[in-house]
């Protein structure tokens, strides 16, 4: 029975380039869906980092873009090496992706061109599909976040691109509170189509990304079950076509590999698991902990993750403040980077406890592996979480969580207290953070049950398959539908 064939459009893949979970997703889920009867194939833009410098990309497809009577230069590359388990494309466009960040400027801030960058892409990814339809068919479109939102709509309402418009659109929301808005005066970026659509891809007086995605696409998912709810109260449009078509939306799981996060045989831990996992927590522990005390019985109670609002990061450092006040023996290892101001408050913070917090403030795949593998809890306040994959990764590693009852987050991390693994609290609130890092120490003084968790939390299995063959009965419903 010959393969379907899908593609994954996206600004993030891991390994060739990550900023959050949406990368995560896109280098996973292909590699699974491939169990199901699909051919998988990605294609993000090509930045100016190290991994697109150390593989062999070789060009494909050569164009030029017309964008408000500009004209831009742009090359389709295809990987050459055979180091992914999909076909894997990029697009190179100079002077717009070829920087070394994927979204932000050095200080922290988004660039300015954001509407040039992400319209060019999409619209060099259909051009590219018209030259490329003759040689590989397509049955399925899928389209990651608002920096693709525009496809499904320009497919279906731009002349130039008719001959696509029979493929069914897939669109994923991976974060709907990003900024997905550009003014009308960039509507001349856009190829022609009816002005009288104009209102179906307008929101607050801006032309959005998000708006046209969930207008016209043939099918929207959000990351967890949970947070397709939290979308519905906190994203308008969501809600309105939800209540037309509530056929056309589902909330899926996402799921982590369970290939690159196998304690088992993770190269990037010093002490990978082995028969102990008391052992395999000890050297974890201390191949990390270097300055800081070493007492048997003391937990370390870790953050992984962007310094900011969406994820409180604000909230931390009071919090380990007061907490270090009432307990004392308890070790703290922050990792991340983001808000200027919250990554000098952690640096602060553990200068003024040297010998309970460690940090590192910049963005350490290598080292993320290790903390897991050396923590006891992981905690995560964020005020909302479209799905979380750090808990999945923490479990994994018998890493308890103690998380916020937000989105993915409410669906994965449910109370021990109520048959659960974790700990769980309801507000964003210093005092709610604080209390339950307080349940986790109480917890953890109570090694019996503490090992317990730990190690049906290690059992579970968030593996993409399940999720996988979700979105394979999605697009096979689709391709009917044509």
């Not at 996060?261 to 190269?267: A, E, F, I, S, Y």
């Not at 028969?275 to 050297?283: H, I, L």
Request: charged share 25%; glycine share 6%; net charge negative.
């Amino acid at each position: 029975m010959p393969k379907n064939n899908v593609l994954h459009i996206s600004t993030e893949c891991y390994p060739m380039a990550k900023a959050g979970g949406m990368a995560d997703v896109v280098g996973s889920l292909p590699k699974y869906l491939s169990s199901f009867n699909w051919d998988p194939t990605v294609i993000t833009p090509r930045y100016m980092l190290p991994w697109f410098e150390e593989h062999d990309l070789e060009v494909v497809f050569r164009a030029t873009l017309e964008l408000d009577k500009q004209s831009l230069e742009y090359n389709v590359l295809r990987l050459e090496d055979d180091v992914l388990p999909f076909e894997y494309f990029c697009v190179d466009i100079p002077g717009l992706f070829d920087r070394q960040s994927i979204y932000l400027n050095e200080d922290g801030h988004g660039f300015e061109d954001e509407a040039e960058r992400n319209i060019s892409f999409q619209l060099a990814v259909l051009q590219w599909l018209l030259d490329s339809k003759s040689k590989k068919k397509f049955n399925v479109i899928h389209c990651h976040d608002h920096q693709t939102g525009f496809i499904p709509f320009l497919i279906k309402n731009a002349p130039e691109y008719e001959d696509l418009s029979g493929i069914p659109s897939f669109y994923t929301i991976h974060n709907g509170a990003y900024n997905s808005k550009y003014p009308w005066g960039k509507k001349g970026l856009f190829p022609e189509f009816d002005s009288d659509l104009n209102q179906f891809i307008e929101w607050d007086g801006e032309m959005d990304g998000t708006v046209a995605a969930v207008r016209y696409s043939d099918h929207v998912n959000t990351v967890s079950p949970s947070y397709l709810e939290d979308l519905r109260t906190d994203l308008p449009i969501l809600q309105l076509i939800s209540e037309e078509h509530p056929e056309k939306f589902s909330g899926n799981l996402n799921g982590i590999d369970s290939d690159v996060w196998n304690p088992k045989t993770d190269h990037l831990l010093q002490y990978p698991l082995k028969t102990s996992v008391e052992k395999f927590k000890k050297e974890n522990k201390q191949a990390i902990l270097s300055g800081l005390y070493h007492l048997a019985g003391i937990p370390l109670i870790s953050f992984i993750g962007r310094f900011a609002h969406q994820k409180g990061g604000d909230l931390l450092v009071p919090s380990i403040e007061r907490t270090l006040a009432r307990f004392g023996f308890v070790n703290f290892y922050i990792l991340g980077s983001g808000d200027r101001f919250i990554e000098h408050q952690v640096q602060a913070l553990r200068d003024k406890y040297p010998e309970r917090i460690a940090c590192y403030v910049g963005y350490n795949e290598g080292l993320a592996h290790q903390v897991y593998g050396a923590s006891d809890f992981i905690v995560m306040p964020s005020r909302f979480e479209p799905c979380g994959l750090n808990q999945m990764f923490a479990m994994r590693y018998g890493s308890l969580v103690v998380a916020r009852k937000t989105g993915g987050l409410k669906d994965t991390v449910i109370d021990y207290k109520s048959e659960g693994l974790g700990i769980s609290f309801d507000y964003d609130s210093i005092e709610d953070l604080t209390h339950a890092l307080a349940r986790a120490l109480h917890l953890y003084r109570n090694q019996e049950l503490f090992k317990e968790l730990r190690k049906k939390a290690m059992k579970i299995d968030f593996s993409w398959t399940h999720t996988a063959q979700e979105y394979s009965h999605i697009y096979n419903r689709l391709i009917e539908k044509v």
